[in-house]
């Protein structure tokens, strides 16, 4: 069964940082694109990173680019988005999401949520 | 970068009825790759439709997708109290784009 724990929310003052985790299991993670979507609350689905199977190619949406990092440790099954000079308006559940061949999340985990917020 | 508009906003039926759910894009995309997503209160969305038209996984055969080009369609045939929920449809073109949802409610 394929599972995907996210970690590290929590409340982080504007301009703060944040590292968000994702440990995956039941897939062999290494062969798996993966991604981040967010959900501010209230609100709809956002996309905000994805990353190649290989961690060799990252791309960001235009409202988080050069603020967050995206990365990967194949070795630990493990999936992070590293979150530098938080705004308020990036208050949200943090999914990440497995994707599939055909451009789609096929699998996501339960969220973890960041509040920004003085 | 491509929009996706979900219309209705809202959509009020009964158990039973019939539901049609449309997103349309504003540009074609290169690729076959249009989703749908179920997701209830306090829960992560869920995988219904991929590559327009399959379901996923464990989906009932009442879900169905269907569509071309910049306009798509999610029907559910006979609504179970289990569908009331908020649908999204997700394409990728240069980057993934989400709808801003369809909430199914009972009328």
């Known amino acids: 069964e394929v599972q995907l724990v996210e970690s590290g929310g929590g409340l982080v003052q504007p301009g703060g940082s944040r590292r968000l985790s994702c440990s995956a299991s039941?897939?062999?993670?290494?062969?798996?694109?993966m991604n981040w979507v967010r959900q501010a609350p209230g609100k709809g689905l956002e996309w905000v990173s994805y990353i190649s199977s290989s961690g060799g190619t990252k791309y960001y949406a235009d409202s988080v680019r050069g603020r967050f990092t995206i990365s990967r440790d194949n070795a630990k099954n493990s999936l992070y988005l590293q979150m530098n000079s938080l705004r308020v308006e990036d208050t949200a559940v943090y999914y990440c999401?497995?994707?599939?061949?055909?451009?789609?999340?096929?699998?996501w985990g339960q969220g973890t949520l960041v509040t920004v917020s003085p | 970068e491509a929009v996706l508009t979900q219309s209705p906003g809202t959509l009020s039926l009964s158990p039973g009825e019939r539901a049609t759910l449309s997103c349309r894009a504003s540009q074609r995309s290169s690729s076959n790759s249009l989703a749908w997503y179920q997701q209830k209160p306090g829960q992560a969305p869920r995988l219904l439709i991929y590559?327009?038209?399959s379901r996923a996984t464990g989906i009932p055969d009442r879900f169905s997708g269907s569509g071309s080009g910049t306009d798509f369609t999610l029907t559910i045939s006979r609504l179970e109290p289990e569908d009331f929920a908020v649908y999204y449809c997700q394409q990728y073109g240069s980057s993934h784009t989400f709808g801003q949802g369809t909430k199914l409610e009972i009328k």
């Open positions: 999401a497995r994707e599939s061949g055909w451009d789609d999340f096929e699998d």
């Open positions: 590559g327009v038209s």
């Open positions: 039941g897939f062999t993670f290494s062969h798996y694109e």
